[in-house]
């Protein structure tokens, strides 16, 4: 028997039991992420990363014409030096960001909420534009982690599911 079949063999138990005790993947029908899908307006601060946080959440949730749920974020953006040369210059610059989020139903009741953390760095050696472009990368990636960590805590709401939405 080959290594393959085994995992296979081995695999077939732990689907089974996912199956039998209700597991439902999050954005199958009946998912709390398909309760979430095209439902969900997004308020979160009017800056460049914002904006980026806005597309990304978008891109995971969808557009709703008429939403039932709305998503509201708030974002802290912590700059700070994360590397230095032996001559003290600073050669990496670090960007924490923190997300409040807080999700409500269309009559304003609070559905759940957290904070969500992450951090970026980009090398401040170089050309200026070199420098420039790698932060503005940087801002964008720590945009969409953020996006990504808030979505991946509100599908594991509880009552999202189908008997919930």
């Given amino acids: 028997m080959s290594w393959s079949r085994r995992g296979l063999l081995l695999a077939l138990p732990a689907a ?3 199956a039998g005790c209700g597991f439902t993947p999050a954005f199958a029908p009946g ?10 307006a997004y308020e979160v601060p009017a800056t460049p990363e914002g904006y980026r946080l806005r597309a990304r959440l978008q891109e995971r949730l969808g557009l709703a014409d ?3 749920y709305r ?3 708030t974002l802290a953006l912590t700059p700070r030096e ?9 050669v990496r610059r670090a ?3 923190e997300a409040d989020w807080a999700l409500t139903d269309a009559s304003g009741e609070s559905l759940g909420g957290g904070t969500v953390s992450t951090f970026t760095s980009w ?8 420098v420039r472009t790698a932060e503005e990368d940087a801002r964008a990636r720590l945009s969409r982690q953020l996006a990504d960590l808030i979505v991946t805590e509100a599908i594991a ?6 008997e919930g939405a």
């Fill in 95 to 97: 960007l924490r960001g």
């Fill in 82 to 90: 994360a590397a230095l040369s032996p001559g003290g210059d600073v």
């Fill in 16 to 18: 089974a039991a996912l």
């Fill in 123 to 130: 090398p401040s050696s170089g050309s200026t534009i070199a």
């Fill in 157 to 162: 709401l509880p009552g999202l599911g189908p």
């Fill in 31 to 40: 998912g709390a992420g398909a309760a979430l899908f095209a439902a969900t």
């Fill in 71 to 73: 998503l509201t974020v």
């Fill in 66 to 68: 008429s939403p039932r």
